[in-house]
């Protein structure tokens, strides 16, 4: 927000930037000492305090201006406050009302559903939902509703309804600790070698932290806290080694992801200390030895869409949030890093940031700064050595990773709500000096980036509140497509033109967005996440980045998501009680051109990496992508596995079912978890390497046969490890 109210006290804190025109291409400046850091940030804090105290006079106000709040609906339980008929078509009873919490504030992209016909709908960012149902749901007059939100308690009424009649409800739901009783950590999949990957990142060449990699002859998998090998050299396939992913003595943390350079596994996780690597050597017979353990000062880095670390060369990429403590001395709260051995202590830290590596925001933050923090670690030496660079900031944190550079947008609103001035800052991956540009709105997640061609392209919304945990599902409105130069970041003093703002066409108001760039246009569409499986029919808009010509295809499903395809695109998600796979043919004129309906299930898998497209041909390859039964939420991957994972043949742009590899529901091992003990990255991936297909689902590894363009299962082996004496939940 831009602290018009508090330019005379700017002023006179030396704090204003100067008037003149961005200068394109200019860097943002760095503080010239810790001297010259501390001083901002006690003028800082005096900035943000005269703001704050601003803004409650301001909410007091408002406050005391409102009408008196009707009782508050206890929480657990619901209040039917309206009762009429509407002249609904086609015999529709009509629900509108509102989810709320035990505080009574709005409790948005929560799922209220017929649950035993799974019609349904998504509250936005009011709270409020509307919902449609038809006359066969009604059950004879009585109508089972059920309001369900991440984090909270399900709630259900039974309502008296008919056709042609509407009704008000509110729900109140409780806050409420997931009842995580099982599995993983972790997402994505890369391999040792480039012909070798078994995922699809973002950018070739830019590996993401994921949950299995293929390093020689063996899988590694990352699970639970623990990391495992397969070999699968020859015509092998058994589990060789178990190791605990974290320092001895440790495992009071989420061991998240995994990155493979050369013969060295590093795990990045989470704890109270920070970011935590640990770094383990992998022998060509798959054996496993933990060799350091590196604690770095961060904040909490999850996003329920992206991924933390990348891997470019031998070079780890880490972004973290680190929120500034402006009343604690520097190096109490700066990024720094420690190398872990039995009797380690706090005094050991090193700064991994100096101040000259400090760049100063071209706003000063009046609502809570923070540090964007890159640190990129150099792997081939040892011990490893890791720098970081930071902007010094509002809060905010969607970040992508181009071959050339991390972008980090910040500012705005870092909640629900809606987000006005931000800052988009380009941190080179050569160490360069970062550069800014002044923008609007915000994107969704790192699929909303795209630079080509040396332009950089964002998908903004008006009402985005970025992809920090869970922020991301939820619809999203006044669409613009963003395109700018490379070249012209500068110092970030003036807002990019109006011109670069392109607007999109709308979508419908079905559920969370899910955008994607392929090859030269951009798709996007509303429906699954998270939440309950989508339960209508929507459409997809596909955009020609170079001149914005759109094309509107309408889906007999919602999207839950959009994936690369070869030269094509592919759209999964849910309807009702079946799952779709659709087939969008890309060029002059985009069209739907193949469809596949599996019957009675719903997407096993939200993360991105459970998705596996392998090309053998401009228009052939195969895929593969995990599914659960038929209506179950996103979230369900948290607690539970997927049911099998669906293999098709691409050819021709026509699909054609080669079969499926299922789990073995009644293989489930209590291993007495004691560390990442929730699934926040899934748990299931397809895999295709050196000419076989494998599905990854909990601690089972199945291998398929190819028989006449048939999928049969060859054989499964399960690495479940042995029930540890002493468990913990985390």
Same mark, same amino acid.
């Given at each position: 927000?831009?602290?018009?109210?508090?330019?005379?006290? %700017?002023?006179?804190?030396? !704090?204003? /930037?100067? *008037? $003149? #025109?961005?200068?394109?291409?200019? =860097?943002? @400046?760095?503080?010239?000492?810790?001297?010259?850091?501390?001083?901002?940030?006690?003028?800082?804090?005096?900035?943000?305090?005269?703001?704050?105290?601003?803004?409650?006079?301001?909410?007091?106000?408002?406050?005391?201006?409102?009408?008196?709040?009707?009782?508050?609906?206890?929480?657990?339980?619901?209040?039917?406050?309206?009762?009429?008929?509407?002249?609904?078509?086609?015999?529709?009873?009509?629900?509108?009302?509102?989810?709320?919490?035990?505080?009574?504030?709005?409790?948005?992209?929560?799922?209220?559903?017929?649950?035993?016909?799974?019609?349904?709908?998504?509250?936005?960012?009011?709270?409020?939902?509307?919902?449609?149902?038809?006359?066969?749901? %009604?059950?004879?007059?009585? !109508?089972? /509703?059920? *309001? $369900? #939100?991440?984090?909270?308690?399900? =709630?259900? @009424?039974?309502?008296?309804?008919?056709?042609?009649?509407?009704?008000?409800?509110?729900?109140?739901?409780?806050?409420?600790?997931?009842?995580?009783?099982?599995?993983?950590?972790?997402?994505?999949?890369?391999?040792?070698?480039?012909?070798?990957?078994?995922?699809?990142?973002?950018?070739?060449?830019?590996?993401?932290?994921?949950?299995?990699?293929?390093?020689?002859?063996?899988?590694?998998?990352?699970?639970?806290?623990?990391?495992?090998?397969?070999?699968?050299?020859?015509?092998?396939?058994?589990?060789?080694?178990?190791?605990?992913?974290?320092?001895?003595?440790?495992?009071?943390?989420?061991?998240?992801?995994?990155?493979?350079?050369?013969?060295?596994?590093?795990?990045?996780?989470?704890?109270?200390?920070?970011?935590?690597?640990?770094?383990?050597?992998?022998?060509?017979?798959?054996?496993?030895?933990?060799?350091?353990?590196?604690?770095?000062?961060?904040?909490?880095?999850?996003?329920?869409?992206?991924?933390?670390?990348?891997?470019?060369?031998?070079?780890?990429?880490?972004?973290?949030?680190?929120?500034?403590?402006?009343?604690?001395?520097?190096?109490?709260?700066?990024?720094?890093?420690?190398?872990?051995?039995?009797?380690?202590?706090?005094?050991?830290?090193?700064?991994?940031?100096?101040?000259?590596?400090?760049?100063?925001?071209?706003?000063?933050?009046?609502?809570?700064?923070?540090?964007?923090?890159?640190?990129?670690?150099?792997?081939?030496?040892?011990?490893?050595?890791?720098?970081?660079?930071?902007?010094?900031?509002?809060?905010?944190?969607?970040?992508?990773?181009?071959?050339?550079?991390?972008?980090?947008?910040?500012?705005?609103?870092?909640?629900?709500?809606?987000?006005?001035?931000?800052?988009?800052?380009?941190?080179?991956?050569?160490?360069?000096?970062?550069?800014?540009?002044?923008?609007?709105?915000?994107?969704?997640?790192?699929?909303?980036?795209?630079?080509?061609?040396?332009?950089?392209?964002?998908?903004?919304?008006?009402?985005?509140?970025?992809?920090?945990?869970?922020?991301?599902?939820?619809?999203?409105?006044?669409?613009?497509?963003?395109?700018?130069?490379?070249?012209?970041?500068?110092?970030?003093?003036?807002?990019?033109?109006?011109?670069?703002?392109?607007?999109?066409?709308?979508?419908?108001?079905?559920?969370?967005?899910?955008?994607?760039?392929?090859?030269?246009?951009?798709?996007?569409?509303?429906?699954?996440?998270?939440?309950?499986?989508?339960?209508?029919?929507?459409?997809?808009?596909?955009?020609?980045?170079?001149?914005?010509?759109?094309?509107?295809?309408?889906?007999?499903?919602?999207?839950?998501?959009?994936?690369?395809?070869?030269?094509?695109?592919?759209?999964?998600?849910?309807?009702?009680?079946?799952?779709?796979?659709?087939?969008?043919?890309?060029?002059?004129?985009?069209?739907?051109?193949?469809?596949?309906?599996?019957?009675?299930?719903?997407?096993?898998?939200?993360?991105?990496?459970?998705?596996?497209?392998?090309?053998?041909?401009?228009?052939?390859?195969?895929?593969?992508?995990?599914?659960?039964?038929?209506?179950?939420?996103?979230?369900?991957?948290?607690?539970?596995?997927?049911?099998?994972?669906?293999?098709?043949?691409?050819?021709?742009?026509?699909?054609?079912?080669?079969?499926?590899?299922?789990?073995?529901?009644?293989?489930?091992?209590?291993?007495?978890?004691?560390?990442?003990?929730?699934?926040?990255?899934?748990?299931?991936?397809?895999?295709?390497?050196?000419?076989?297909?494998?599905?990854?689902?909990?601690?089972?590894?199945?291998?398929?046969?190819?028989?006449?363009?048939?999928?049969?299962?060859?054989?499964?082996?399960?690495?479940?490890?042995?029930?540890?004496?002493?468990?913990?939940?985390?």
């Amino acid at each position: 927000m831009k602290p018009l109210r508090f330019a005379p006290l %700017l002023a006179a804190l030396c !704090l204003t /930037l100067p *008037a $003149a #025109a961005q200068d394109r291409g200019a =860097t943002l @400046t760095p503080f010239r000492s810790e001297t010259d850091l501390t001083a901002y940030l006690r003028r800082m804090q005096i900035v943000a305090d005269s703001a704050s105290k601003a803004r409650a006079a301001a909410h007091a106000a408002w406050l005391a201006a409102q009408p008196p709040a009707p009782p508050p609906v206890p929480c657990g339980e619901t209040r039917q406050v309206g009762r009429g008929t509407v002249a609904a078509p086609n015999g529709l009873a009509v629900i509108t009302g509102s989810v709320r919490d035990q505080s009574g504030n709005a409790v948005a992209g929560a799922r209220v559903t017929v649950p035993a016909r799974l019609w349904g709908a998504t509250t936005g960012t009011d709270g409020e939902f509307r919902l449609q149902v038809p006359d066969t749901a %009604l059950g004879g007059g009585r !109508l089972a /509703l059920r *309001a $369900a #939100a991440i984090g909270h308690s399900v =709630t259900t @009424t039974l309502l008296e309804m008919n056709a042609g009649d509407s009704a008000r409800v509110s729900f109140s739901v409780c806050e409420q600790g997931l009842a995580l009783e099982s599995v993983v950590v972790t997402g994505a999949v890369a391999g040792a070698a480039k012909e070798e990957g078994i995922t699809n990142t973002q950018h070739a060449g830019v590996d993401e932290g994921g949950i299995v990699k293929v390093h020689g002859n063996h899988l590694v998998v990352l699970r639970r806290g623990r990391l495992f090998t397969l070999a699968i050299g020859g015509d092998s396939l058994r589990p060789v080694d178990a190791v605990d992913a974290y320092r001895p003595g440790g495992g009071d943390g989420w061991y998240d992801e995994m990155l493979i350079s050369g013969d060295q596994i590093v795990v990045i996780g989470y704890t109270d200390e920070g970011t935590e690597l640990g770094v383990f050597r992998i022998g060509a017979d798959g054996r496993i030895r933990h060799r350091d353990t590196y604690s770095l000062r961060s904040g909490d880095y999850y996003s329920s869409e992206n991924y933390a670390s990348r891997l470019i060369g031998t070079r780890l990429v880490v972004y973290s949030p680190v929120y500034v403590n402006a009343g604690e001395p520097l190096g109490d709260w700066m990024p720094a890093m420690r190398r872990w051995h039995a009797d380690v202590t706090d005094d050991e830290y090193r700064r991994t940031l100096s101040a000259t590596r400090i760049y100063r925001a071209p706003r000063v933050p009046d609502d809570g700064a923070m540090l964007h923090t890159v640190t990129t670690c150099e792997l081939g030496v040892q011990p490893v050595e890791c720098r970081s660079t930071a902007v010094l900031g509002s809060a905010g944190r969607v970040f992508y990773v181009s071959p050339t550079a991390v972008y980090v947008w910040a500012g705005g609103s870092h909640s629900w709500g809606p987000v006005a001035e931000s800052a988009l800052y380009r941190l080179p991956l050569d160490g360069s000096a970062p550069r800014a540009l002044a923008v609007r709105g915000s994107p969704l997640d790192q699929f909303s980036f795209l630079e080509q061609d040396g332009m950089l392209n964002v998908v903004v919304s008006s009402d985005g509140s970025g992809d920090g945990m869970w922020r991301s599902q939820r619809g999203a409105s006044a669409l613009r497509l963003l395109r700018v130069p490379v070249s012209s970041f500068g110092t970030g003093a003036r807002q990019v033109a109006a011109s670069r703002y392109r607007p999109l066409p709308p979508v419908e108001d079905n559920g969370p967005l899910q955008n994607r760039f392929v090859g030269s246009h951009l798709l996007y569409g509303t429906g699954g996440g998270w939440g309950a499986a989508g339960s209508a029919a929507g459409s997809v808009q596909v955009v020609r980045i170079a001149d914005g010509q759109s094309t509107r295809l309408t889906l007999p499903h919602a999207i839950g998501r959009i994936e690369v395809m070869g030269r094509d695109a592919v759209i999964a998600g849910a309807s009702e009680e079946d799952l779709y796979l659709t087939g969008i043919r890309l060029g002059i004129r985009p069209s739907v051109v193949q469809r596949f309906v599996r019957r009675n299930a719903s997407e096993g898998e939200t993360r991105s990496h459970g998705f596996f497209y392998r090309a053998d041909g401009d228009d052939s390859g195969m895929l593969g992508l995990p599914f659960r039964g038929e209506g179950e939420s996103g979230y369900s991957q948290l607690t539970e596995g997927s049911a099998g994972v669906l293999f098709l043949r691409n050819a021709d742009r026509q699909f054609r079912a080669l079969g499926e590899l299922v789990a073995d529901q009644k293989s489930a091992v209590d291993d007495g978890c004691v560390a990442s003990c929730v699934d926040w990255y899934g748990n299931a991936r397809p895999i295709f390497l050196r000419g076989r297909v494998f599905a990854l689902m909990g601690y089972e590894i199945v291998e398929g046969a190819l028989d006449d363009g048939r999928l049969r299962e060859r054989r499964r082996v399960s690495f479940a490890p042995p029930r540890r004496a002493t468990a913990a939940s985390n």
